[in-house]
């Protein structure tokens, strides 16, 4: 899958496991409302379009 933006980057929450496992909940929750168990869920942020090129 190739997904791209200027507008906005995938967020890094690298040292941050309580968001990441925040995310991993609401995947497990989704995906028991759907009854598809191969939900993922990504996380983005806006970017700054100032520091763009």
Request: proline share 4%; net charge negative.
């Amino acid at each position: 899958m190739h997904i791209h933006s200027d507008s906005y980057k995938i967020a890094a929450f690298s040292g941050r496991e309580e968001v990441v496992e925040v995310i991993r909940q609401a995947e497990s929750a989704i995906a028991q409302m759907t009854g598809n168990p191969g939900v993922t869920l990504i996380a983005y942020e806006k970017t700054d379009p100032a520091k763009q090129h």
